[in-house]
């Protein structure tokens, strides 16, 4: 808190980019974020005073509910506490380095590998070598990397997947530094020439680059991840926390060298290998713009597979190998790590906590507290205002609500990844490369895949008719609880418009309609949610008079 003190009173000695011009916004947020949690405690400590122990199996898992979102925001709040960012130029180049270039690849479409492959051999900085790291030692692959005079490399017997792959052609060449690039993702010619600057500190360990995607219009699956990379790794960045995505990163081989080489104790190498960089005391610089360009799923099962597995990499470090356990790291570089499991438990375990409580409130008409609706609202409404003005100048320029809806809907993919994450404790589960193209005849439609999502809408869209046409508990605790069905629809609507609606590319011009039918979807769901609170409103008044 000290250094906030300082930047609150203009002591502060502002030397990084765009620090000062921030100021203003970061401080509003850290400011609201303080009070949404001593307010948000408040009103945990008299929601526990209030539960309703008649009904101990609805209220109680409710409460635990409402803690963990507690305990989420201030997690979060914490992780985007001080946000660092970079000059777009990066650093100048003192001393030129040797750099050696990976793309690792495992059976990838032969256009999207001649793409990347092409691009980084066109990359302008020298010395550099590109090696290509094929570990299904395909003739076609073979021959392309020939062809554009790139180093091709095989392994006899492929183990470990990627990370594997990655130690096989670590251990096969010589560079000072070694840039990784997915497949899929084609790298900026001048990637290099913007990173390897920053390797003149010799503390640095690794550079990781915003990742920017070809999505679809709007994009539906928020495949940018535009908090993640515009916000939270800023923040770690901020807390020398920020970790490598596993492409358009650039490392050091003498600090890989101190570790081992790539970690091969998780699915993926990336996050696991920046904690033990950063446990043998290494730094890390988070590059907050892009210099690649990939391709991302573009159909549901794409994401679940692909979200699943980053939630099963991040459960297993949190379950199994939990950073605040690793000697080594600053308390700060722990809760950072620790965030990245605790954001799917969340999710997974205890927001469907918060969609199911308000249908079962209304079909029984039992509530969780034991207080009026009246008293409640006076406790949880600030609570909600802060929290939501705090998220909204946390997040500042980015929207989150959009990222809200994804994470939210994915609990049922983050809740097998939990499972699976128990249950490989030891030994890895298999790791399959995740299909970046949208596929039109699948064997399974994407409903079937919604099939959790679409109870919950279906259950909260009874609960809410049963509300209003059936007078079977008083009007306020009827509408409040409509409210929030209406809310938990909208919650979910994201990810099921996203699968359900066909996607427009930008090469197919512009939507022939003013407003999409997703788009008419939420905001009917919006104005119903506002019109429940509305009458809220208006009983609780008459009842005033």
Known sequence: MKGFFKDLFKRRLYQRYQEKEDRRRRLTGQLLSIIAIIVGAF?????????????????????????????????????????????????????????????????????????TLTAAAAITYEPKTVYVLDDKASPQVAALAAELGLQY????????????????GFAHSQG??????????????????????????????????????????????????????????CGKDGDNAAFSCGSGVIYRRRALEEIGGFSTWNVVEDVHTSMLLHQRGWRSVYYNYPLSLGTAPA???GVYRQRGQWALDSLRLFFWDNPFFRRGLAFRQRMQYANLGFVYLVSAWFMPIFFLVPIVSILTSKAVLTA???????????????????????????????AYQMWTGLFPVFMMSTIRALMFRKDKPPYTVTSKKQVTTLKKPAIIGLAAQLAIIGASAWAIIYGVFYDTAPLDFRMLNCAWSTWSIWTLSGICIAALFRVRWAEEGPEPEKFSPGQIIQNVL??????FLFILCAVMLLSIR
Not at 153 to 168: F, I, Q, S, T, V
Not at 389 to 402: F, Q
Not at 526 to 531: C, E, G, H, I, N
């Open 153 to 168: 490399l095989a392994r006899p017997e492929p183990r470990d997947a990627k990370a594997g792959n990655l130690n096989y």
């Open 526 to 531: 919006a104005l119903t949610f506002f019109l």
């Open 299 to 301: 159909d549901i099962w």
């Open 372 to 402: 009026s609706v009246p008293t409640y609202i006076v406790h949880r409404l600030p609570y909600f205002i802060v929290m939501a003005l705090a998220y909204e100048l946390l997040n500042y320029p980015t929207p989150y609500l959009h």
């Open 176 to 233: 000072e530094l070694i840039l990784t690039m997915d497949a899929d993702q084609v790298p900026h010619p001048r990637i290099l020439e913007r990173l390897v600057g920053y390797f003149k500190i010799p503390t640095i360990g690794f550079v990781q680059t915003k990742q920017n995607f070809i999505v679809p219009k709007g994009d539906p699956f928020g495949n940018t991840d535009k908090v993640f990379y515009n916000v939270m790794q």
């Open 43 to 115: 009103y945990l400590f008299w929601h526990f005073r209030h539960i309703n122990w008649s009904i101990w199996y609805i209220s109680v898992p409710f409460f635990i509910a409402e803690s963990m979102g507690w305990v989420l925001f201030a997690s979060f709040s914490l992780v985007s506490w001080y946000p660092r960012r970079h000059m777009p130029e990066g650093v100048s180049i003192e001393k030129p380095f040797t750099v050696d270039v990976f793309v690792p690849t495992c059976g990838e479409p032969l256009d999207i590998l001649r793409q």
